[in-house]
T-cell receptor
Framework: DSGVTQTPKHLITATGQRVTLRCSPR?????VYWYQQSLDQGLQFLIQ???????AKGNILERFSAQQFPDLHSELNLSSLELGDSALYFC??????????????FGPGTRLLVL | GQQVMQIPQYQHVQEGEDFTTYCNSS?????IQWYKQRPGGHPVFLIQ?????EVKKQKRLTFQFGEAKKNSSLHITATQTTDVGTYFC????????????FGKGTKLSVIP
């Protein structure tokens, strides 16, 4: 158990819909990262937040957005869903103190299926 | 951003055989991390290498960072069924970067 929690575990929805994935980081961690894992693209970095502020952006679509709240939990919002958005979405957290050399601790993931 | 090539993509070994996965970059890396993801699980941090030529061991696992800091390897001695999973290398996109880029991973199957 990494200490990172994600809800829900599974999500089934239809194309065009909007969903929200939730992540709570390890106690004391200030940074939260979101990743998308699909069979053909591997593990892709989407976005990072540090103490409520966006810090780094990866291959995140404009239909996707995220935020980190004052209690440090984070939400990833996916809208206008397409079949290709079906994937595993992982949240990870790190202390956020030592920047680019930190270990990231991954949550169990949310499996999204878009029908 | 930083990219890393990981080979092989798949490896099937008989239990007891050794296994090695390689991670290569065209540019010098500041550091490299290795993660393991069990089937149906999430990536779990194994180790970080920072120094040129660094070698670290964790029981049957040996991690190496190349002298030029452009490649790394993970070697497992005498594989066991518990070693099954996908092994990823991951690198930060340069000094000051917060983006961790993962290799495609090597999926290890161990035949009992």
């Amino acid at each position: 158990d990494s200490g990172v929690t994600q809800t829900p575990k599974h999500l089934i929805t239809a194309t065009g819909q909007r969903v929200t994935l939730r992540c709570s980081p390890r106690s004391g961690d200030l940074s939260v990262y979101w990743y998308q894992q699909s069979l053909d693209q591997g593990l892709q970095f989407l976005i990072q937040y540090y103490n409520g502020e966006e810090r780094a952006k990866g291959n995140i679509l404009e239909r996707f957005s995220a935020q980190q709240f004052p209690d440090l939990h984070s939400e990833l919002n996916l809208s206008s869903l397409e079949l290709g958005d079906s994937a595993l979405y992982f949240c990870a957290s790190s202390a956020g103190l030592a920047s680019y050399q930190e270990t990231q601790y991954f949550g169990p993931g949310t499996r999204l299926l878009v029908l | 951003g930083q990219q890393v090539m990981q080979i092989p993509q798949y490896q099937h070994v008989q239990e007891g055989e050794d296994f090695t996965t390689y991670c290569n970059s065209s540019t010098t890396l500041s550091n490299i991390q290795w993660y393991k993801q069990r089937p149906g699980g999430h990536p779990v941090f194994l180790i970080q290498l920072v120094k040129s030529g660094e070698v670290k061991k964790q029981k049957r696992l040996t991690f190496q960072f190349g002298e030029a800091k452009k490649n790394s390897s993970l070697h497992i001695t005498a594989t066991q069924t518990t070693d099954v999973g996908t092994y990823f290398c991951a690198v930060y996109s340069g000094a000051g970067s917060y983006q961790l880029t993962f290799g495609k991973g090597t999926k290890l199957s161990v035949i009992p």
